[in-house]
């Protein structure tokens, strides 16, 4: 699907985490304005914000990842149109006419007018 950017959005980690099914982390605190996201370090030592529906958490400061995920964000301009792949926890997957890809905010979006 075909969105419309309404706000723009900078890109705020270089080297986001990724993390694949299976993966453990060590959780830290969760993030204020995106409630869902928990800060958490991989075994590699990349820290990133991660959503806690993708998380198992083991109660001791720690989490069994359960699903795919890369946390890098796409930097995009108010007027950008970019194609949607899929959301979570109030952020979509987009995908810019250039060919970059990353997290956008869900209220950065709108449909085409």
Not at 1 to 22: L, Q, R
Not at 89 to 101: I, S, V
Request: glycine share 10%; with cysteine.
């Amino acid at each position: 699907m075909i969105k419309t950017v309404i706000e723009s959005w900078e890109a705020g980690y270089p080297d986001p985490i990724t993390v694949n099914p299976g993966d453990r982390v060590s959780v830290g605190r969760r993030d204020e304005e995106w409630s869902d996201f928990l800060w958490c370090r991989s075994s590699t030592e990349r820290a990133g914000w991660i959503p806690a529906s993708i998380l198992e958490l083991d109660g001791r400061g720690g989490a069994l990842v359960v699903a795919t995920y890369d946390a890098r964000e796409l930097t995009v301009g108010e007027g950008d149109r970019v194609s949607t792949r899929y959301s979570l926890a109030e952020w979509t997957w987009c995908e810019a006419d250039d060919g970059r890809t990353g997290w956008v905010p869900d209220r950065c979006l709108a449909d085409p007018r």
